[in-house]
């Protein structure tokens, strides 16, 4: 069962000449629109697991939903049907993943934009103000850093021949985090010399392991060093 302003909804664009007032449209079709981010965000989170930036940033398109019901609800608008759980697909691509959350939230910051043109009711402005914010200043910033780390590290993984499918492999939370790190680094810096052929070239699990005995190796000399009491002289006297 289709909504009945779904070609409005979808079109997102508000129809004076509709039979439902403006300010309906403009709330059901917001409403719709963070309905859809919900959907996709959820989706994300189901086929790669909690992780950043999707998996926080869906416990945000709750509260947004349920700020905009709360307006439905003050000003008698029937909330739209939902159909987006059923026709939402996700990419096996974490990185394709990622560019569309930013094209997503550039669309919803662009929505809200639209629909302030149209609506003058100072709380509903209010409202729709406060969640173009958050998706300018805290969501779009979120995935474009989480899309720049994995640009870096797909690019990282090709300069050693590894498919893109394979740059997201789990080998550890060491492993991982060194990964990651030569990766932003190599981005930043290009061919950084001797060290940079040597983590192109080096499995992160081996890297992970030279950290590590390095680290071993350093606190095992620190507690051969006795450490000399100066508290007493040779030639003290009683």
Same mark, same amino acid.
């Given at each position: 069962m289709a909504n009945d302003d779904e070609t409005i909804l979808r079109s997102q664009r508000l129809q004076p000449t509709a039979p439902w007032p403006l300010l309906q449209q403009a709330l059901r079709m917001a409403l719709y629109d963070e309905y859809a981010a919900r959907a996709y965000y959820a989706g994300v989170v189901q086929a790669?697991?909690?992780?950043?930036?999707? %998996?926080?940033?869906l416990k945000s398109e709750a509260q947004?939903? %349920?700020?905009l019901v709360r307006l439905c609800q003050r000003y008698g608008v029937p909330r739209p049907l939902d159909p987006f759980p059923a026709e939402t697909t996700i990419s096996p691509s974490w990185r394709v993943n990622l560019e569309r959350g930013v094209s997503g939230e550039l669309a919803n910051i662009r929505l809200y934009d639209y629909l302030m043109a149209w609506v003058?009711?100072?709380?509903? =402005?209010?409202?729709?103000?406060? #969640?173009?914010?958050a998706s300018r200043n805290k969501h779009l910033p979120a995935f474009q =850093? %989480?899309?720049e780390k994995a640009m870096a590290l797909e690019n990282w993984h090709a300069q050693q021949g590894v498919a893109p499918s394979q740059a997201y492999v789990r080998h550890g939370p060491l492993s991982d985090?060194?990964? =990651?790190g030569f990766a932003l680094l190599a981005s930043q810096h290009g061919a950084f010399g001797l060290i940079?052929? #040597?983590?192109?070239t080096t499995h992160p699990a081996m890297l992970a392991g030279l950290v590590a005995g390095g680290t071993a190796v350093h606190l095992l000399r620190q507690a051969k060093v %006795?450490?000399?009491?100066? !508290? #007493? !002289?040779?030639?003290q006297k009683d």
């Open positions: 790669f697991g909690q992780q950043a930036p999707f %998996a926080n940033i947004h939903i %349920a700020t003058f009711e100072p709380d509903v =402005r209010q409202v729709f103000l406060n #969640l173009q914010t =850093r %989480a899309l985090a060194l990964e =990651r940079g052929t #040597l983590v192109r %006795a450490p000399v009491d100066t !508290s #007493l !002289s040779l030639t």
